[in-house]
């Protein structure tokens, strides 16, 4: 079975850092393409960034709200997808979710959020 | 950026009615799209990729049209599991880019 699990959200003050963490079962990470998604509180979907699979070097891609700031990696040995997040902003508040999407995949599977406050 | 703009942003419908929800994007996206429906303190849930295939195990009360850039999500015969909040997405080209949702309600 297919599972997305999430964690590391938390408060933090504007400014800080933070590592949200996708952990993958069911599926060997590393032949799929992965996004993050996030949602503000009462807002829509922003799609955030995105790490290719291993047979495409692990490229990523951002949107322009959050480049420069947060960087998506993974780490094999664990299956599991990161996304860094710097310099944060009170406007990157948001629950933040992992996906398998892109190249054939059409993000059937999702992680069950992690809420990312950023406050004073 | 491509835009998708969803129309209506909200909706009332009664048990058993059917109803469409319209995608229009900035520029063509040939058929690079997907629905998706979210309920509240949910994850979003995929029903349409391809902006006319049905995800795995959807029902087909679910059904989308559409190329280029307008599309419709079209559900039929409407049960109270349904009412929720519904997304469009492209997938056309990067920043991947969603419609403002449409809030489907119990009238």
């Known amino acids: 079975e297919v599972q997305l699990v999430e964690s590391g959200g938390g408060l933090v003050q504007p400014g800080g850092s933070l590592r949200l963490s996708c952990a993958a079962s069911g599926f060997t990470l590393s032949d799929y393409y992965m996004d993050w998604v996030r949602q503000a509180p009462g807002k829509g979907l922003e799609w955030i960034g995105r790490s290719r699979d291993k047979a495409n070097t692990y490229k990523t891609e951002y949107a322009a709200s959050v480049e420069d700031r947060f960087t998506v990696s993974r780490d094999e040995s664990k299956n599991s997808l990161y996304l860094q997040m710097n310099s944060l902003k009170t406007e990157d508040t948001a629950v933040y979710y992992c996906?398998?999407?892109?190249?054939?995949?059409?993000?059937?599977?999702w992680g069950q959020g992690a809420l990312v406050t950023v406050s004073s | 950026d491509i835009q998708m703009t969803q129309s209506p942003s909200s909706l009332s419908a009664s048990v058993g009615d059917r109803v469409t929800i319209t995608c229009r994007a900035s520029q063509g996206i040939s058929n690079y799209l997907v629905w998706y429906q979210q309920k509240p303190g949910k994850a979003p849930k995929s029903l349409i990729y391809a902006a006319s295939s049905l995800q795995s195990g959807v029902p087909s009360k679910f059904s989308g049209s559409g190329s280029g850039t307008d599309f419709t999500l079209t559900i039929n015969s409407l049960q109270p599991e349904d009412f929720a909040t519904y997304y469009c997405q492209q997938y056309y080209n990067y920043p991947l880019t969603f419609g403002g949702g449409t809030k489907l309600e119990i009238k």
């Open positions: 996906t398998r999407g892109g190249n054939g995949n059409f993000w059937e599977y």
